[in-house]
Each structure stands twice: as C-alpha cells, then as structure tokens.
C-alpha cells in the first residue's frame, strides 16, 4: 500500500476472544452464550469469523474503516491534521486528517484502543436481564452490565488477545526478518504501522548504536592486534578518548534522529500520553489520578490548591520512600553477596573450581533480582505517577540499580581494588560471550520451548479424553497457534512493562561494561558489534514468529533508558580515569607526575564536553523546527480567516434585521 493511499482492502482479523470448548451444545440459539456474544459482536458492526480448535473455540474480529471511525469519534481520538493540528477525529472528515506511513488511517495504537471500545462496550440496554447457557451452566446478564467482563468474570471467555495480520507480518519476515545482508537496515516505518512507536523507536535505537559501534569497534581491533610497544600507554588514552567522544555525540546525535521520527510519523500528543500494556489496563493508584484534579478546580479555589499541595507532595515523599528502600537493599543486602562471591573468585586458584562457584551465583542472583523487580512493582503501586509510562520509569530506574550492582561490582573490585586486570579481562570475555551467547539463547529458546509444551499438553489432554487414542493431532487453525504462543512479557512480570525492558537492559548492561572498561579489553565493542547485528534480526524473527503481537505501547523516547546510557558515560569516564591512573601508576605511590596531571585534566575535559556538548549541538534538527512553525502559522491562519468570516456573517445579519 502507497503513502496515502486510502484503505480499500477487507479489514483483517486483528483480535481474537478465546472460549473454552464446549461439552453439550446448546439446543435453543436464544440462549446460546456464544451465540449471543457473536450478535452483539456483529451488531456493533464487527466482522465475525468462529474457529474451532482441539481444546477451546476461537471468535475473530476485524472492523472496518467505518466502524472504527465511529469509535475514534466516540472516544474523542484527536489525530493529526493537514495542517499540523490535533482534532477531534470525525470519519465524515476523513480526509482532513495524515495517514499512517503505510497508507492507513489508525496506527495500532489507536485500532487496538478502538477495538478495546467495542468490544468491553457491549452492555445491556433492554428491559430486562437476559438469560444465557453455557454447558448447562445458567449465567443472567443484566441491565446495564458489561457482557464481556460478566463472561470474564464466570470464567466463559478465557482471554482477549491481539491476532498478527497475516499479509503484513510475512512482508515484515522478508523485508527485515530475514533480510540478513542489509546489516543495520530497517523498514522503520513498517515496524511503526505494524506494532506502534515503543517498539520502532528501540528497533531505531539499536539500529543506530550497532552503526555507530562498527567505528570504534575497528580502533578497537586494530588496538588489540598492533603492537604499539611503548607507545601503548598512549595509545590506550587516546582510545578513551575516542570512546567518551563517541559516547556523548551517540547520545545527542540519537535524540536528533528520535525527534525526526516522531515529526515523520503522526503521533498525537494524546494518543502518546496514554500507554497500556494488558487487556484490560491495569489498575492505577489509589490516589486521585492528576488528569482528573483540574475538574474541581472551578469549586473552591483554596480548598483544591490544598488537594493539589496535597497529592504532589505525598506522592514526592512516597517515591522518596520507595527510592529509599530499594537503595537500602541493595547496599545491606545485596552488595555484601556480590563482594563476598567476587572475593571467593579471586581468591580460588582452580579453573574448575571458579567454574563451579559461577554455576551457582548466576541462578542465585538471578533469582535475587527478579524478587527485587517484584518488591519495585509493588512499591510503584503507591506512587502518585502522571501515567502508565512515568510508572514504568520509575520500575526502570530501581530494577536498574538490581542490575548495576550484579553486574559491575565484581568488575569493580577486581579493577580498582585488586589491580588485577588479567582476572579483570577475563571476567569481561566470559560476561560478553558466555552471558550474552546463553542470554541470546535462553531468550529465542524459551518461548519455542513453552510454545511446544502447550502443545504437548493440549495433545495429552485430548487423548485422555479419548482414551487412549493413537491418532497423531495437528494444530491446522493459525488463531489456535497464536493463542499458544508465549506472550511478550519482561521478566518482572507485565503489568508496567512487556519484553521491551528486557531487551534495552541487555543493551545498557552491554554499554556499560564496554565503555566503562575500554581500556582493559579494547575488543570488547567488537564483540558488542557482532552481537547487536544478530541481535536485529534474532529480535526481529522473536516478534514476527515466536510471539504473541504484542499489546502498542505508544511514546516518544526511550524514556528512562537514554538518562540511564548517559549516567553509564558519566561512570565511564570516572572508571578509566582510574584504571589509567593505575597503569601509570603502578607502585601505588600517587605521585602527581606528568601522565597523572594530564589523566586528572582530561578526566575533567571530557566532564566538561559531556556536559556542554548539548549545548553545541541541539536535540532538534532545524528542519523538525521550522517544519513545526510552518504548520503552526498555517493553522493560525486558517483559524483566523474562519474567525473573521464569522464575525463577518453576523456582522451582515445584524445589518439586515435591522433593515428589515
């Protein structure tokens, strides 16, 4: 489909409602639970298609263009205009309004939040409660109650869950997926139609970071194998140097290019402020939500300045706490298990046994920071965020300090206490290739592996019911594979992030330990190169073929994980300080010679750079600006000729009534 290009295809199945199968068949169709359900779907305009699988029954749903107009309409949906305006969407004013880079009209936020309307709106509005059966079971769905969540609630309808489109998906397979030889290109624009900016913009992300990683992975390369002689103390400087340089113009050079996407992509100020990650949204806070303070603010002024006052405050203090408590543990409890197992690695003097004690730390912390990420969730609960996203910022930041001090205070403690930088390299390679490697592994394996055990469990649950029966079952219902596969959730659990956190916390850890150890092992970011590029496509085929579509989560940055990449180039330029201050400085002796002063100027240079480099280059590029202005005069303007076209009109009235 062509930039622009109005929708004239049949609209695809995108949802699917899963029912159990049942065991007696409904004689009278009037009652009929899933008979019921199908009409209501259909009455709303809904397209309709049932499945039949081996253990449940599968009801698609596509709606057209028209039907979801009118929902956009009834949930007041503001999209971008012609002339760089958000309205109100009316599909009577259908042109008015920027298609999607695919040639559509809603992007998959915005059909995934209009099929949420219709299909949690289907609600009794006749006279009297209506009865209805299923499996002998009598359920009375009264008047003015949600048919969907009452089936929910008997456990009738199992799950609602977003369906892959098909067509789109197997373009996106041979367009990106499999398209190896492209390295670092992508249909950006295909990802963003096809599963919304939150995932687009981290494929954009780590696109850009692995092309900018090819450059200082080379000088990397060429350090470790060119035998610099004496000249190696300064050669690794300069090195650093590179590496903090190429940081810092990574960081700002990347929210030029965020910036330019979001101007490229039509994204509603509205549409971005909400973000959900389940069917149904999850729960906010107990406190009164700040989207719905300004509604008494008409009342009593100083009363509601109180409720303000109030709620801003007790919401500072609860995240303080919060903050608070995650630092203590991490302090009193974690750190003293970190040291203590880093110690025992110095210490031990067998290959073998290292091994051994590594078999039993990785699992144990493991589990260690995945009870953290559950304490942080529930911590959040209490917190007064603005929305889901600051929410999951705030989840990001604590699980990221979990994170920071499993991984990097080993490296820590070999580095700059032990001045041990055989043992230092050698703890880098085995974090950069065995982790990564059994991380990459574990994270495509898993889903397939739980893929299969649904279906094995499914197949043995069917024979049993047949007793016994040789008779080889095959899943032919794509809705039925679909409804099997794993969805795309983090390891802290979905309820205020999906797999997304996972993925950018393994690029961050990543960042961080190639940069604030450049120079101690060079290759590292040849080795981070390598496995970014398979981490595009392996990501990529982990979407299109082993999961679940997941739920869009619409924004506009990475959020919290640029200020974290930042913190890290911060950290990095401390570190490598250091660790040159020790290779200079090798008898320990901390005299300011020549080469230290000149570490100490650059440590302070570098700071300054980092700090004053967005000052030199801004966060938007000047045509997104100036394109911005544009339309907003354009909008003034049109604004203002209907205005004065107004006054003009009433002007002529009044003139001839009084004639008349």
């Not at 062509?2 to 949802?15: H, R, V, Y």
């Not at 059966?133 to 799950?159: H, P």
Request: aromatic fraction near 12%; proline fraction near 4%.
């Amino acid at each position: 489909m062509k930039m622009n290009e109005p929708e004239k295809e049949e609209p695809a199945f995108e949802f699917a409602v899963v029912i159990p199968r049942r065991i007696v068949q409904e004689n009278d169709e009037d009652s009929d639970c899933v008979k019921v359900l199908v009409d209501e779907f259909q009455k709303v305009g809904l397209k309709v298609e049932r499945v039949l699988g081996f253990a449940d029954e599968f009801i698609k749903l596509a709606a057209p263009l028209e039907i979801l107009g009118r929902a956009a309409a009834e949930l007041e949906i503001k999209k971008r205009t012609h002339i760089g305006m958000d309205l109100q969407f009316q599909i009577e004013d259908l042109d008015a309004f920027v298609k999607q880079p695919d040639g559509s009209t809603f992007s998959w936020h915005e059909r995934f939040q209009c099929y949420f309307h219709l299909i949690y709106g289907l609600v009794n509005h006749g006279q009297s409660a209506v009865t209805l059966k299923f499996d002998e079971k009598t359920i009375y769905w009264q008047i003015g109650e949600n048919l969907l969540q009452k089936l929910e609630s008997e456990n009738i309808v199992k799950q609602v869950f977003p369906l892959h489109d098909e067509k789109k998906r197997k373009k996106l397979l041979r367009s990106w997926a499999l398209k190896w030889w492209d390295v670092t290109n992508q249909p950006i624009d295909e990802i963003y139609s096809y599963y919304g900016a939150k995932i687009a913009i981290y494929f954009a992300f780590l696109g850009m970071y692995t092309r900018w990683l090819l450059f200082v992975a080379a000088f990397g390369l060429a350090l470790h194998f060119i035998d610099f002689g004496p000249l190696q103390l300064v050669v690794l400087p300069t090195f650093f140097i590179v590496v903090i340089l190429w940081a810092v113009m990574f960081s700002q050079f990347w929210k030029r290019k965020n910036s330019a996407l979001l101007a490229r992509w039509p994204i509603s100020s509205a549409v971005a402020a909400y973000s959900g990650c389940n069917i149904p949204a999850s729960k906010g806070s107990t406190l009164q939500p700040p989207m719905e303070l300004p509604k008494v603010w008409e009342n009593d002024i100083a009363k509601d300045k109180e409720i303000f006052q109030r709620y801003e405050w007790f919401g500072r203090l609860m995240r303080f706490r919060n903050d608070a408590i995650i630092l203590f543990s991490i302090i009193c409890l974690q750190l003293p298990f970190e040291l203590a197992y880093a110690h025992l690695y110095e210490v031990m003097g067998n290959d073998v046994t290292k091994f051994g004690l590594t078999a039993v730390y990785l699992p144990t912390i493991q589990y260690i920071t995945q009870i953290g990420g559950k304490v942080s969730v529930g911590l959040i609960k209490s917190e007064s965020n603005e929305n889901t996203e600051k929410r999951a910022d705030s989840l990001i930041y604590k699980v990221f300090g979990l994170y920071f001090m499993q991984t990097y205070i080993g490296l820590f403690y070999h580095a700059l206490l032990h001045r041990n930088f055989k043992t230092l390299r050698k703890v880098l390679i085995q974090r950069l290739l065995l982790s990564e490697i059994l991380e990459n592994l574990l994270e495509n394996s898993l889903p397939c592996l739980k893929y299969k055990y649904k279906k094995f469990r499914v197949r043995h649950k069917k024979k049993n019911e047949k007793g016994r029966s040789t008779e080889k079952i095959n899943f032919s219902s794509r809705v039925e594979k679909e409804y099997l596969k794993p969805s795309y959730t983090a390891s802290i659990g979905a309820e205020l992030e999906d797999g997304l956190f996972d993925d950018f916390l393994e690029l961050t850890l990543q960042f961080g330990m190639i940069t604030m150890f450049a120079c101690v092992f060079p290759p590292a970011f040849a080795f981070a190169a390598v496995n970014n590029l398979m981490e595009i496509r392996t990501d990529a085929l982990k979407l299109l073929a082993i999961l679940r579509r997941p739920v869009p989560r619409d924004a506009r940055t990475i959020g919290a994980w640029l200020n974290i990449f930042q913190f890290l180039t911060v950290m990095s330029i401390c570190t490598n300080c250091a660790l040159l201050v020790w290779l200079y400085d090798q008898e320990g002796k901390w005299r300011i010679e020549p080469g230290l002063a000149a570490i100490l100027i650059m440590e302070h240079v570098l700071l300054l750079f980092k700090f004053g480099f967005s000052r030199l280059v801004p966060a938007e590029p000047a045509w997104v600006r100036a394109n911005r202005a544009k339309r907003v005069t354009k909008a003034q303007n049109i604004c203002s000729k209907r205005l004065l076209r107004t006054i003009s009109d009433e002007k002529a009235l009044s003139e001839l009534k009084k004639w008349k």
